[in-house]
Antibody
Framework: EVQLVESGGGLVQPGGSLRLSCAASGFTFSSYDMHWIRQPTGKGLEWVSGISTAGEIYYRGSVKGRFTISRENAKNSLYLQMNSLRAGDTAFYYCVRGGDTGYDYWGQGTLVTVSS | QSVLTQPPSASGTPGQRVTISCSGSSSNIGSKYVYWYQQLPGTAPKVLIY???QRPSGVPDRFSGSKSGTSASLAISGLRSEDDADYYCSAWDDSLSGWVFGGGTKLTVL
């Protein structure tokens, strides 16, 4: 069974940092593109960043230079280092697998709250 | 606002057919595959349609997708109460070099 479990969310002050982790199981992690997608409470979905099996990396414009996505295939893990956090980054952050049919598996999400 | 434009709400009665639109541009819908996701309250989204009009296994054939030019549509026929959910379209955008979503459509089954 495919499972994606996020951790690392919490309350942080503006300008602070957090590192999200995603532990993957039930599939060959190295064979799939992986993504972070966020959803502010009560609002729509926003793609944040993605990393391909070959290590190609993409970010949405508003997080470029502040967020860093990485993966560690040996540990079946995906990460998102978030620096210089802003109130607008407050959201549930989902770890998502990119399969042939789209975003086919999602984690349960971890809440990031940026507030003083 | 979102790169892809969806109506914020839609509604229908059980058994009816409802269509949700998604409008984009040549850099996304016009040249790339469209995906549709369903998000039930309190749950993570689930893919309904991929590659414009393909259904993953397990998705009922009541759900169908289409694309024409820079617009796409999701149609739901034989509406059921469990279809009451938020629906999002998505596509890769060449200009932004990233994935974009529509703002979402809240479907209410009356």
């Amino acid at each position: 069974e495919v499972q994606l479990v996020e951790s690392g969310g919490g309350l942080v002050q503006p300008g602070g940092s957090l590192r999200l982790s995603c532990a993957a199981s039930g599939f060959t992690f190295s064979s799939y593109d992986m993504h972070w997608i966020r959803q502010p409470t009560g609002k729509g979905l926003e793609w944040v960043s993605g990393i391909s099996t070959a290590g190609e990396i993409y970010y949405r414009g508003s997080v470029k230079g502040r967020f860093t996505i990485s993966r560690e295939n040996a540990k079946n893990s995906l990460y998102l280092q978030m620096n210089s956090l802003r109130a607008g980054d407050t959201a549930f952050y989902y770890c998502v697998r990119g399969g042939d049919t789209g975003y086919d598996y999602w984690g349960q999400g971890t809440l990031v709250t940026v507030s003083s | 606002q979102s790169v892809l434009t969806q109506p914020p709400s839609a509604s229908g009665t059980p058994g009816q057919r409802v269509t949700i639109s998604c409008s984009g541009s040549s850099s996304n819908i016009g040249s790339k595959y469209v995906y549709w996701y369903q998000q039930l309250p309190g749950t993570a989204p689930k893919v309904l349609i991929y590659n414009n009009d393909q259904r993953p296994s397990g998705v009922p054939d009541r759900f169908s997708g289409s694309k024409s030019g820079t617009s796409a549509s999701l149609a739901i026929s034989g509406l059921r109460s469990e279809d009451d959910a938020d629906y999002y379209c998505s596509a890769w955008d060449d200009s932004l070099s990233g994935w974009v979503f529509g703002g979402g459509t809240k479907l209410t089954v009356l």
